[in-house]
């Protein structure tokens, strides 16, 4: 069993940065395909970016593409989101996501071990 933690998140104006963390305890995920999710007041939780087990490859959604970047430490079972020139439209609560035996983290149904989310909130 794997927990994953996530924190970072806060209140930030638009145009600022931020970096959210995913601390794994209860089992190494190297192996691991890792990725972020969203879920916004009212909307369903979506898709933001993902990183392979390996940290060679990434992927992310339209929306914070060139904004965002995904990396992993492996060493310190971690995984980051850094959030640069965000939006108010990225106000949400972050999830960390995990997903076992070196596949992609790419449908929410498929995940096998999510975090319980931080609150990020982009003031305009």
């Known amino acids: 069993q794997v927990q994953l933690v996530e924190s970072g998140g806060g209140l930030v104006q638009a145009g600022g940065s931020l970096r959210l963390s995913c601390t794994a305890s209860?089992?190494?995920?190297?192996?691991?395909?890792m990725g972020w999710f969203r879920q916004a007041p009212g909307k369903e939780r979506e898709f933001v970016g993902r990183?392979?087990?390996?940290?060679?490859?990434?992927y992310y959604a339209d929306s914070v593409k060139g904004r965002f970047t995904i990396s992993r430490d492996n060493a310190k079972n971690t995984v980051y989101l850094q959030m640069n020139n965000l939006k108010a439209k990225d106000t949400a609560v972050y999830y960390c996501?995990?997903?076992?035996?070196?596949?992609?983290?790419?449908?929410?149904?498929?995940?096998?071990?999510w975090g319980q989310g931080t609150q990020v909130t982009v003031s305009s």
């Open positions: 996501a995990a997903r076992e035996s070196y596949r992609s983290v790419v449908d929410p149904k498929e995940v096998d071990y």
């Open positions: 209860g089992r190494t995920i190297s192996s691991y395909g």
């Open positions: 990183i392979s087990w390996g940290g060679t490859s990434t």
